[in-house]
C-alpha cells in the first residue's frame, strides 16, 4: 500500500515512470498532473486543517462534557456529606443534651423521635444501646427494644471511633437502610452508651438520582467493596456488586473514559464521600456533545466540497491555460526549427548545386564545341550518306546542351554573390507590374485575379528586379495550378512597424502535405517533364531570404495554396 | 585582306582545340594555347588581332595576363571565356580593359559577332 503510494507520488514529479502508460499525449499527461499536484498541495492543507479542527471541537465539547459530569458528581457529594454531617451534629447535640438516663427513657425518647423525624426526612428510628451492646430504648416502627447488638461490626467501630456511619444493609427489618451512630460518654460512672438511628436508603437513592440523567446514563453510591448502596438502572440492585471489568482504584475523585462490556464507551466519574464508607458513581453512556459536531461537520463538509469544486476548477483553468501555452510555445520552437532546418537545408543544396552545375559546365561547353565541329565539317563535306539526319541529330545535342546550360546558368546565377541594389520601391507598383507582365495568359485562362492592394503601404529599400523575378515565379505558379474560372487573390498590407507582406493566394489543386515541405528545394517539379526547371521556388526563397524576408506557405488539397511574402521596410535589417 | 588574328587561351584542351578549329574553318586566323605561362610570348610574337582568353585557369592570375597583354599592346582586343557563375571576375576583366565576355557553353554565332565587333573597334 504505502509502496503503491510512494510510486504513485514518484510518479506525479516523473510523468515518463507512471503517466506514460496512462496517457500516449504528453500535453494531457502534462495537465493531469498539474492537477493533481495543485489539488493535492491547495487542498490537503485544507483537508488537515478541516480535520484537526473537527477533532478538536470535539475534543472540546467531550471535555467540557467531563467537567460537567464531573461538576455534578461533586455537588451530589457535597450534599451528601452535608445532610450525614448534619445528622451526625444532630444526634451529638442530643447525646450532649441529655443524659444516659433521661434518654433510655421510652416515652422521652419516642417524644425525641417524633421532633426529629419531622426535621429529618427518611429517619426510620431512633434508639439508645449501653455500653453492653443492649438497647436500651427504642422509637419507631419496630419493636426492637433489648436487641443485643454486642456482637455486631458496627457497635465495636463505634466504641473506638465515637462516630460511625455504616453500609446500608437489611438488618432485622428487612428493608435496605443504613445507620448513624454517636457514642456518648457517661463520666460519672466510668461508661459510655450509644445513639444510633436508622435512616431509609431511599434517602441516599434521592441523592444520586439528583444527577442531571438521560436514558442510559447511571448514578448510584457504592461502598469501597464495590456493593452497591443504592440500586442502579443497570448495574444491578442494591446489595449487589457492582462489577466493571478493570475498574480503576478508586481513590480520591476523578472522571475517566471506559469501555463498557458491551463494547461502548462512557464516561466513568466518581467521588469517595468524605466520612462514610460510600462513593458516588456515574456513568454516562449517552453523548449529548456529538451532535453539535454533527452540525458542524455538515458545515464542514459543504465547505469542504465547495472548496474542492472551486479549487479542481480553478486548478484545472490554470492547468489548461499553463499547457495551452507550452504547447503554443513548442509548437513555435518546432516551427523555427523546421524552418531553421529549411534554411540550412536549401542552402547546402543550393552549394551543392552550384558546385555540380560548375563541374558540369566545362564538359557542356567541350560537347558544344565537339558537336559544333562535327556539324562545321558535315555542313563543308560534300555528299555524305545520311547527311541530313546527322545534322538533325546534331542539333539534337545542342538543344540538350542548351537545356542544361540553362538550368547551369540559373543555378550558378543564383548560388553567385549577388550585389542586390537597394532602391526605395512601392511593393503595389512591382505587384501591378507583374501581372501586367502576365495579363494575357490570366485572361486567356478565365481566371478571375482580385487585387487587394493597401493604401499607404510603406515604401521599402529592395531590389526591384528580383522582387519581379520572385512574385512572377509565384503569380506564374498559381496561374499553373488552377482550373479555368478559378481565383488569384494577390492582396499587400502591413505586417508589424518593420515589415510588409504580399500574400498570392489562388483556388488551385493545392499541395498535399508531406510535398510541403519538399516545394523550396531545387529540381522540385510538378509540372510536367520539360516544362520547368524545378528551380523557381528554390532561387525566389533564396532571394527573399537574402533581401532579408521570409516566404511562407500554406496550403490545402483541392481548397488551393497561399504563398506569404514577409519583406523588410528597411534594408538596413538585412 | 588578311584573316583575322585570334588566339585562344584556355587550359580545356578539348574545348580550346575544338574553338580553335571552328574558327579556322570559319576563315580565321585561330590558334589554341593551352598554357597561359606560354600565352605573353606567343602574344608577343604573333601580335593577334584578338585573344579569348579564359580568366581561370590552375597556376596563373587571368586578370594579371589580361593586365600583361594590355600593357604589351592596347590595341589587341580581349574578350573574356567565362565559366557561369564567373561573372564578377568577367565583370573585373572588363574593368581592367577586357573588350566583352562570352558565356561557356560558347554559342559560335554569338562568338563570331563579338569577334568581328572586337576588330571593328580596334
Redo the contacts between chains.
Keep these: 500500500m504505502i509502496k503503491k503510494l510512494a510510486s504513485f507520488l514518484k510518479g506525479l514529479f516523473h510523468p515518463h515512470d507512471y503517466f506514460s502508460i496512462l496517457s500516449r499525449d504528453r500535453y494531457k499527461s502534462l495537465k493531469i498532473r498539474i492537477v493533481l499536484i495543485d489539488a493535492m498541495l491547495s487542498l490537503l492543507p485544507l483537508f488537515i486543517v478541516v480535520t484537526i479542527s473537527y477533532f478538536w471541537f470535539q475534543h472540546i465539547l467531550k471535555e467540557d462534557f467531563r467537567n460537567q459530569v464531573k461538576w455534578q458528581i461533586e455537588n451530589t457529594t457535597q450534599s451528601i456529606e452535608f445532610f450525614i454531617d448534619e445528622k451526625v451534629s444532630a444526634l451529638r447535640f442530643l447525646a450532649s443534651s441529655y443524659t444516659f438516663e433521661q434518654l433510655s427513657d421510652q416515652k422521652m425518647l419516642t417524644d425525641i423521635f417524633r421532633k426529629f423525624e419531622k426535621e429529618f426526612p427518611g429517619l426510620v428510628d431512633l434508639g439508645v444501646i449501653d455500653s453492653n451492646g443492649i438497647q436500651q430504648s427504642y422509637a419507631g416502627p419496630y419493636p426492637l427494644t433489648g436487641k443485643d447488638y454486642s456482637n455486631q461490626e458496627w457497635f465495636n467501630e463505634v466504641v473506638v471511633r465515637n462516630v460511625y456511619v455504616s453500609d446500608v444493609f437489611m438488618g432485622y427489618r428487612r428493608l435496605p437502610h443504613f445507620a448513624i451512630a454517636v457514642k456518648k460518654d457517661c463520666p460519672e460512672n466510668r461508661t459510655f452508651c450509644i445513639i444510633r438511628a436508622t435512616i431509609d436508603m431511599k434517602t441516599l437513592k434521592r441523592f444520586a438520582s439528583n444527577i442531571n440523567l438521560r436514558e442510559n446514563d447511571d448514578a448510584f453510591v457504592i461502598n469501597h467493596d464495590g456493593i452497591l448502596q443504592t440500586p442502579s438502572q443497570f448495574h444491578g440492585n442494591v446489595l449487589e456488586r457492582f462489577s466493571l471489568p478493570s475498574l480503576p482504584s478508586l481513590q480520591g475523585g476523578s472522571v475517566l473514559d471506559i469501555k463498557e462490556p458491551g463494547g461502548g464507551r462512557a464516561i466513568f466519574g466518581y467521588e469517595p464521600i468524605e466520612n462514610s464508607p460510600w462513593i458516588l458513581v456515574s456513568i454516562i453512556k449517552s453523548t449529548p456533545y456529538s451532535r453539535i459536531p454533527k452540525i458542524f461537520r455538515n458545515e464542514l463538509l459543504l465547505i469542504g466540497i465547495g472548496s474542492v469544486l472551486i479549487g479542481v476548477a480553478v486548478t484545472f483553468l490554470m492547468a489548461q491555460t499553463v499547457v495551452n501555452r507550452i504547447k503554443k510555445a513548442d509548437q513555435e520552437t518546432e516551427d523555427a526549427m523546421a524552418k531553421a532546418e529549411q534554411a540550412s537545408k536549401l542552402a547546402s543544396i543550393g552549394r551543392l548545386a552550384a558546385g555540380v552545375a560548375h563541374e558540369i559546365n566545362n564538359p557542356l561547353a567541350i560537347i558544344n564545341e565537339k558537336a559544333g565541329l562535327v556539324k562545321d565539317l558535315l555542313e563543308l563535306s560534300g555528299d555524305v550518306k545520311d547527311k541530313e539526319k546527322l545534322l538533325a541529330l546534331i542539333n539534337g545535342i545542342f538543344d540538350s546542351v542548351n537545356r542544361c546550360s540553362t538550368i547551369t546558368h540559373r543555378l550558378l546565377g543564383f548560388a553567385r554573390r549577388m550585389e542586390a541594389t537597394h532602391e526605395v520601391l512601392d511593393l503595389n507598383d512591382i505587384v501591378k507590374e507583374v501581372i501586367g507582365f502576365l495579363e494575357k495568359e490570366i485572361l486567356f485562362r478565365n481566371i478571375r485575379l482580385e487585387l487587394n492592394l493597401a493604401e499607404g503601404l510603406p515604401k521599402i529599400e529592395s531590389d526591384k528586379g528580383q522582387l519581379q523575378q520572385v512574385f512572377l515565379n509565384i503569380i506564374n505558379n498559381a496561374v499553373d495550378a488552377i482550373e479555368e474560372g478559378g481565383l488569384i487573390e494577390v492582396s499587400t498590407r502591413v505586417k508589424d512597424k518593420n515589415t510588409v507582406l504580399v500574400s498570392i493566394r489562388d483556388t488551385g489543386s493545392g499541395i498535399p502535405k508531406d510535398k510541403l515541405k519538399s516545394i523550396f528545394e531545387p529540381f522540385y517539379t510538378t509540372k510536367e517533364k520539360g516544362e520547368g526547371t524545378g528551380l523557381g521556388l528554390f532561387i525566389s526563397y533564396g532571394i527573399i531570404k537574402k533581401l532579408g524576408g521570409i516566404v511562407l506557405v500554406e496550403s490545402e488539397v483541392n481548397k488551393g495554396t497561399t504563398f506569404t511574402v514577409e519583406l523588410p521596410i528597411s534594408a538596413e535589417a538585412v | 585582306m588578311k584573316p583575322t588574328k585570334v588566339l585562344l587561351v584556355d587550359d580545356?584542351v578539348?574545348?580550346a582545340s575544338?574553338?580553335s578549329?571552328?574558327l579556322r574553318?570559319?576563315n580565321y586566323d585561330a590558334k589554341a594555347l593551352y598554357h597561359a605561362e606560354d600565352a605573353m610570348a606567343t602574344i608577343m610574337k604573333d601580335k593577334p588581332d584578338v585573344v579569348l582568353l579564359d580568366l581561370k585557369m590552375p597556376g596563373i592570375d587571368g586578370i594579371e595576363v589580361l593586365k600583361a597583354i594590355k600593357k604589351f599592346d592596347i590595341t589587341i582586343k580581349v574578350i573574356i571565356l567565362s565559366?557561369?557563375?564567373d561573372?564578377?571576375i568577367a565583370d573585373e576583366g572588363i574593368k581592367v580593359g577586357a573588350f566583352d565576355y562570352v558565356?561557356?557553353?560558347?554559342d559560335?554565332g554569338e562568338i563570331i559577332t563579338k569577334i568581328e565587333q572586337a576588330k571593328k573597334s580596334r
Design positions: 580545356e578539348e574545348f575544338a574553338l578549329e571552328r574553318l570559319r565559366g557561369q557563375g561573372r564578377e558565356m561557356k557553353p560558347v559560335i
